[in-house]
């Protein structure tokens, strides 16, 4: 991630990738369009948070995608979330699963 | 077409390790559900999970037995062993020639086909264990059950998510009324925590981290759990001519599809497969009593339902007493139409309704009555089991006290 990502480029970058998970031209994705107007409900609104989230190496609690109904939240929360993430400079929030070498699984035996 | 009764229920869950523990908890309302202890999950976002608590192969099968039964179909052998008991049914051959066997499970054998993944992608193993196929197969609980009790007749698993074991009770229902066999075991079993099924359900957004709170304005998801209910039906003649005493009667059965959405419930879809159930037990709506629901606490699954409910009993849904019995045995997935069958059984039999804990504070968009919090004395005759899958496969029992 550049150091200093401008927040249009931000924005940009997140209804690029709105758009892609959407299967939608990138240019019917603008930061006011509603939920309703692209047909996103609760089970895409998951699916793009998951690509947001791979794509900015970020975490999105649970409570906050409830409270995600525009594209213009969606923005705003992951922007919030990314300068969070360069404001621990030089920690960046970790995403790669943390797993301990072992024989077995993590699994009910 | 013949009646249809329930003479043996077998229940293994984190509610109770048997039947009786299981009535048990019902009738005190008390939680089953606890930290995951057999998988790490300090990284997930959620912990809780209702387990089946000091569970040991080695108390029910031999080591070697142990060894080759997954988890789930281990704990169907064990309920089906406890219905089995109860019904007091003798394995004549020819019964054992002519019974059915009906299981639901949603995902087969996860702690297996977990361990052979692990080996394979993240040990980069060369092999996994030859008996990863045949433990894992979603079937595996209904062919163990065939081996317990050396059954030859129909046997098969139906998977349709959360309402597998519904649609397995319906269809061994259907089985029995219609002559086809004379006695069935049917229910299901799901043994779902793994390390990688957990990531895939935090990833859903719909676990909570807290608590199972159905129908409750602050409620923030579901809990999964894992165990198993079977039970013994057959043809009321049946049952009757070798003297035993019926338990209750599975009076009618009702399905629907939702054509609607993969994860989204329908409300429309729901009450269908409620009119369904009714129509086919000839009963009027006003005759139901209790429902043992769907109630899952998430945010849409319970306005869905209530609105379902709403369509399908008119005036009488302010009248149904209902609970999800979810916040206290977790969300079994597979398991869970029999274990909540079995719940709304001995709820109706034993004159005490299971209540909906967890219930802090009513929902404009809820507005039935819940049981909340406490169980509930209760002369009812009828009731109903609904089950609403993910895919939008709906399965509804009715089910009538003796």
Known sequence: MPELMQTDELTARILRIIAETQRKDPAQVTIDSSFEELGIDSMDGVNIVFALENEFNINVPDEEVKNIRSVRDMVDGVIKLVEAAKATAG??????????????????? | ?????VTGIGVISGLGRNREEFRAGLREGRCGIGPITNIECSDLRFRGGAEVRCYNPCDHFSPKEADMID???QFAVVAAREAVAQSGIEWTAELRENSAIVTGSCVGGQSTENQGFWDVYKMGKPRVHPMTIPKTMANAGASAISQEFGITGPAFTISTACSSSAHAIGQAFMMVRSGMSDVALTGGSEAPFSYGILKAWEAMRVVSPTVCRPFSKDRNGMILGEGAAMLVIESLDHALARGAKPLAEIAGFGMSSDAHHITQPSAEGAAKAVRMALKDAGIAPEQIGYINA????????DVTETCALHLAFGDHAKRLAISSTKAMHGHTLGAAGA???AAAILGLTGGVLPPTIHFNEADPECDLDYIPNCPRRADVEYALSSSFAFGGLNAVLALRRL
Request: hydrophobic letters at 30%; glycine letters at 8%.
């Open chain 1, 91 to 109: 920690n960046p929030p970790e995403t790669a699963p943390k797993t301990e070498p072992g024989d077995t699984a993590p699994a009910a035996s």
């Open chain 2, 1 to 5: 077409m013949r009646r249809v009764v």
């Open chain 2, 71 to 73: 988890r789930f179909a």
């Open chain 2, 339 to 341: 274990i909540e069958c």
């Open chain 2, 294 to 301: 769907h109630g899952t606490g998430t945010t849409v699954n």
